[in-house]
C-alpha cells in the first residue's frame, strides 16, 4: 500500500525548459517533433525527480494547461476550431488564437495567479473519448518502474468551471460528460491490474449548490462501481470540505478522499466522516515556499490517527506544487540563513518522504536523521531570527490605527475640485508608459553593472521628461510619469523594503509559457528610504500640470509575493500600509496632489468560502484605508483595480474610500457598470474607455459613442475619462494616436454641452 503521494508537480521544467521550448516552437525555430521531444525528455525527469514517492502523477504535465487537455480528452473542441485539421495546430489555437481564430478565454484558477482555458460548450458540444494522452502517459512512466497514479480533472470542476456560449448550461452535459468519463475509466482499467486514478475536484471547498452535491453523488456512485481494479481518490485542496460533501464521497465505493490542513485547517474537525476510506492527507503546503516543520507534522499526522488508522493515512501535499518553484538548487545569491527556511518542489518532496518515515516509525539512517536535525534547527532560527523579528516596528504599528481621513468624501471633494482645478471628464491614464526595449536594455545593462547608478538615473530620467512633454503634447490632464523605473509593480517596492528578499529561479507557471517569479515577503518589512519620490517629483517639477504619484497597494504587493506563513496575513498587510502610510507622506510633502495606490490583484485575494470572505475584505479594506488616511483632504486618493465585475464587491469597493476609481471595463461592455448607478456609488469613477490588451487603435468616433455611453449611467462631474489598464505592454506607436483620439473625444463631448 501506499504511504505518501504528490497531488502535481511543475511541469514547466528545472530551469523553464518548457517555456523556452515552447517558444522556439511558436517562432518556428524547432519543429513539432523536436518540441515533442523535449516534453518527453521533461516528463521522464520529472517523473525521476519524484521516484521517491509511492505515487506519482501522470498526466499532470501538460504543454499549455491540464484544463485544456481535458477539452481535448472529452473530445469538447469548440465548433469555430472545427476547420483545424493538424492536433498540435488545433490545441494552440485554442489556446492562443491565430491568425483566423480568437483564443478561448482564459481564467484564474480558482485563487491562484495560475491560469486556465475555459472550456465553453453550447447545445450543439459532442463529446468523444481521446484517451491518447493519458494512456502513453501511463505507460511512459510503467518504464521507469514507478506506480503511476493518473490525474484528471473531476467532472464536477470541469462542469462547474465551463461556461456556455449559449443559453444553455454547463449541468446539462451531465450525462453525456459521465458516459465519456466512464469509458475512460474502462480504457484505464484494462492497462493494469490495479490503477490509482485522482480526479481533482477543488470546487468541492466552495460552497457547493443541491445541484452541484447531486452531481457529485451520481458522479462518484457511477465511477467508483467500474472496475475493481481501480482506486479513486477525490482530490481537494485550497480548502476545507465541508461534512455533508464528506458524507456523500464517503458513501460512494472510492478509495480514498483528499484533504488539505495547510489551507483547510477545519478538515479536521469532519474526518469521522470518511469513513473506511484512505486519507490522503495534505501536510505539506503547496502554495507556500517555507520548509515545513517536519517533527510536529508527523505530531499532527498521529493527532489524526485518533480517527483515521494509520495504514489508511496516505501523506501528501496540500494541493499540486505545480504553485511553487522546482528547485532551490540555483538560488546562491540569498542569503544563506533565508535560504534554508525555503523549501521548493523538489525539497518538498524530501521532506514528504521523511515526515512518512517519522509518521511510520520506519528506521532511519544517518542521513535522515541529520536531515531532520538541520529541519528542526532552521524552524527554531526561523522563529527567533532578528532578520524576521523588529520589535520596534510592532511598537510602532500599536498607534498605527487611524484608519479615516479628516474630512467625509463630499466635503473632500469640493476641496480637491478646488486644489486641483480639473473639468468633469478629467483625462488620465492607469500610470505606465510603454516599456521600449531601449528601457530594457538600460535595465540591464545597470543590473550587469556595466553603467553607473548615475548613468541609470539620468537614463530613467531622460525617459521621464520624454514621456512627460508627450503627454502635455496630447493635452492629457492629469500626467503620470511613466513608471520606467519599475519592471514590476510589486518587485520594485519589494526590492526596497527591509524583509523582502528575491530568488534568482523561483519559477512558477502562470499561464502557458509565461511564468512569474514571486518575491519572497520573510519578515517584518520596513522602509529604508523614501521609493518613489525622487521620479515623481522629478516629473512634476517639468510641468505646470498636476503629476499623480503611483504605488503599489499593501493588498496587491501581499496577494503577489510569498508571504509568510508565521504571523496571519493581515499583520503583514499592515506592515505594507505604515511603509506605504509614509510614502504618501513624503510625497504630499513635496507637494504632489493626486497619489494613486494601485490595488490591481485586491479580488484574487478573496477567500474561496463563502464563511471566510467577510473576514479578508474587513482587513483587506483596513489595510488600504491606513495606507490612505494620512493623506491631506486636498490630496485626492486614486486606486485602479484590473477587473470590471465589482457585483458582489461594490460596497466593499466603495468603503475603500479612494477618492477616484478606475476599473477596467472596456472588454466587459457597459452592462457591468450598472451596479455603480443602482448602489449609488459615491465616489468619482474612471471605466476604462478603450482595451489596452490589443493593439489597436480605437477611433475618435468609437470612443466618442463609449463616453456617450458611460455619460447615461454617470454624472459628468463623477466622471474620469482613461485607458483600462497601464500601457507599459504597449509601444508608443500605439499609445500616442489611441491618447490622442481620447482627449479628441472628450473635446467633442465637453463642446456638446
Ligand atoms: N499603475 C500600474 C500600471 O499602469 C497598474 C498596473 C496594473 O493595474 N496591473 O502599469
Ligand atoms: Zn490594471
Not at 519589494?494 to 523561483?506: K, P, V
Not at 512558477?508 to 521620479?535: A, E, H
Request: proline share 3%; hydrophobic share 40%.
Amino acid at each position: 500500500m501506499p504511504k505518501n503521494s504528490i497531488i502535481g508537480f511543475p511541469r514547466i521544467g528545472k530551469q523553464r525548459e518548457l517555456k523556452f521550448a515552447l517558444e522556439a516552437f511558436w517562432t518556428g525555430k524547432i519543429n513539432k517533433g523536436e518540441l515533442l521531444k523535449s516534453a518527453e525528455e521533461l516528463r521522464l525527469k520529472r517523473l525521476k525527480h519524484q521516484s521517491s514517492v509511492d505515487l506519482v502523477s501522470v498526466n499532470d504535465f501538460s504543454l499549455y494547461d491540464t484544463m485544456l487537455d481535458m477539452i481535448v480528452m472529452l473530445g469538447a473542441i469548440p465548433q469555430r476550431f472545427a476547420d483545424i485539421k493538424d492536433d498540435l495546430t488545433l490545441y494552440f489555437a485554442m489556446a492562443r488564437g491565430d491568425k483566423t481564430h480568437t483564443a478561448m478565454e482564459m481564467t484564474k484558477w480558482f485563487n491562484t495567479n495560475y491560469h486556465y482555458i475555459v472550456p465553453e460548450l453550447s447545445k450543439s458540444t459532442r463529446f468523444f473519448l481521446n484517451p491518447s494522452k493519458i494512456v502513453h502517459e501511463y505507460k511512459e512512466a510503467k518504464t521507469l518502474g514507478i506506480t503511476p497514479k493518473i490525474n484528471i480533472i473531476g467532472l464536477l470542476t470541469f462542469l462547474s468551471l465551463s461556461k456556455s456560449v449559449d443559453e444553455s448550461n454547463p449541468y446539462e452535459h451531465f450525462e453525456k460528460v459521465l458516459g465519456i468519463y466512464e469509458e475512460l475509466l474502462n480504457t484505464i482499467a484494462a492497462l493494469d491490474d490495479e490503477v490509482f486514478v485522482q480526479f481533482d475536484e477543488p470546487i468541492v471547498v466552495m460552497d457547493l449548490t443541491e445541484e452541484q452535491k447531486t452531481l457529485l453523488r451520481l458522479t462518484y456512485e457511477k465511477l467508483s462501481k467500474i472496475s475493481p481494479k481501480l482506486k479513486l481518490i477525490v482530490q481537494t485542496y485550497f480548502d476545507y470540505v465541508d461534512k455533508e460533501s464528506i458524507e456523500i464521497l464517503a458513501d460512494t465505493d472510492i478509495w480514498g478522499i483528499g484533504l488539505d490542513f495547510v489551507h483547510g485547517k477545519e478538515n479536521i474537525e469532519n474526518l469521522k466522516s470518511i469513513n473506511d476510506k484512505h486519507l490522503i492527507a495534505g501536510v505539506v503546503d503547496g502554495r507556500n515556499i517555507w520548509i515545513s516543520d517536519i517533527k510536529s507534522v508527523a505530531g499532527f499526522l498521529e493527532e489524526i490517527t485518533k480517527t483515521v488508522s494509520k495504514e489508511r493515512v496516505i501523506v501528501s501535499t496540500s494541493c499540486s506544487l505545480l504553485h511553487v518553484p522546482y528547485s532551490l538548487c540555483y538560488e546562491n545569491k540569498i542569503d544563506t540563513d533565508i535560504k534554508e527556511w525555503l523549501s521548493f518542489s523538489l525539497e518538498k518532496l524530501d521532506e514528504i518522504v521523511l515526515i512518512t518515515k517519522l509518521f511510520n516509525n520506519q528506521v532511519l539512517n544517518n542521513s535522515e536523521k541529520f536531515k531532520i536535525e538541520t529541519n528542526e534547527k532552521a524552524n527554531i532560527s526561523r522563529k527567533n531570527s532578528p532578520k524576521i523579528h523588529n520589535s520596534a516596528l510592532s511598537e510602532k504599528l500599536k498607534s498605527f490605527t487611524n484608519i479615516s481621513r479628516s474630512l467625509s468624501f463630499k466635503e473632500r471633494i469640493k476641496i480637491q475640485k478646488k486644489a486641483l482645478n480639473y473639468q468633469p471628464l478629467a483625462t488620465t491614464t492607469i500610470g505606465s508608459f510603454p516599456q521600449t526595449s531601449e528601457l530594457r536594455n538600460l535595465r540591464s545593462a545597470f543590473k550587469k553593472g556595466e553603467i553607473s547608478l548615475e548613468l541609470y538615473e539620468e537614463g530613467i530620467k531622460n525617459l521621464i521628461k520624454e514621456c512627460i512633454k508627450i503627454q502635455e503634447t496630447i493635452g492629457l490632464d492629469i500626467l503620470v510619469h511613466g513608471e520606467f523605473e519599475r519592471n514590476d509593480m510589486v518587485e520594485y517596492f519589494g526590492e526596497q523594503l527591509e524583509g523582502y528578499a528575491f530568488t534568482q529561479n523561483g519559477w512558477v507557471q502562470s499561464y502557458g509559457s509565461r511564468c512569474v517569479k514571486p518575491p519572497l515577503l520573510f519578515g517584518d518589512i520596513t522602509r529604508i528610504n523614501p521609493m518613489t519620490l525622487k521620479w515623481i517629483t522629478y516629473a512634476q517639477s517639468l510641468t505646470d500640470k498636476v503629476v499623480k504619484g503611483m504605488l503599489t497597494g499593501p493588498v496587491t504587493i501581499l496577494n503577489w509575493s510569498f508571504v509568510r506563513n508565521d504571523i496571519p496575513r493581515e499583520q503583514t498587510a499592515k506592515q505594507l500600509a505604515f511603509v506605504l502610510h509614509n510614502e504618501i507622506e513624503d510625497l504630499q510633502n513635496a507637494g504632489i496632489k493626486i497619489i494613486q495606490v494601485d490595488e490591481a490583484a485586491f479580488k484574487e485575494g478573496y477567500p474561496l468560502r463563502e464563511s471566510k470572505k467577510r473576514n479578508y475584505e474587513t482587513w483587506a479594506v483596513e489595510s488600504f484605508k491606513l495606507a490612505t488616511s494620512g493623506a491631506k483632504e486636498s490630496v485626492q486618493i486614486h486606486t485602479h483595480m484590473c477587473y470590471s465585475n465589482f457585483n458582489d464587491i461594490i460596497k466593499t469597493i466603495e468603503a475603500m474610500d479612494a477618492d477616484v476609481i478606475s476599473i477596467e471595463t472596456a472588454r466587459a461592455g457597459n452592462k457591468i457598470l450598472k451596479i455603480f448607478k443602482e448602489t449609488d456609488y459615491g465616489q468619482e469613477i474612471g471605466p476604462g474607455i478603450y482595451d489596452i490588451h490589443s493593439p489597436r487603435i480605437p477611433s475618435i468616433e468609437e470612443m466618442t459613442v463609449q463616453i456617450k455611453a458611460l455619460l447615461e449611467i454617470f454624472p459628468k462631474e463623477k466622471l474620469w475619462i482613461n485607458p483600462d489598464c497601464g500601457l507599459k505592454t504597449r509601444k508608443w506607436e500605439e499609445v500616442t494616436p489611441s491618447l490622442k483620439n481620447m482627449v479628441e473625444a472628450v473635446k467633442i463631448i465637453r463642446s456638446l454641452k
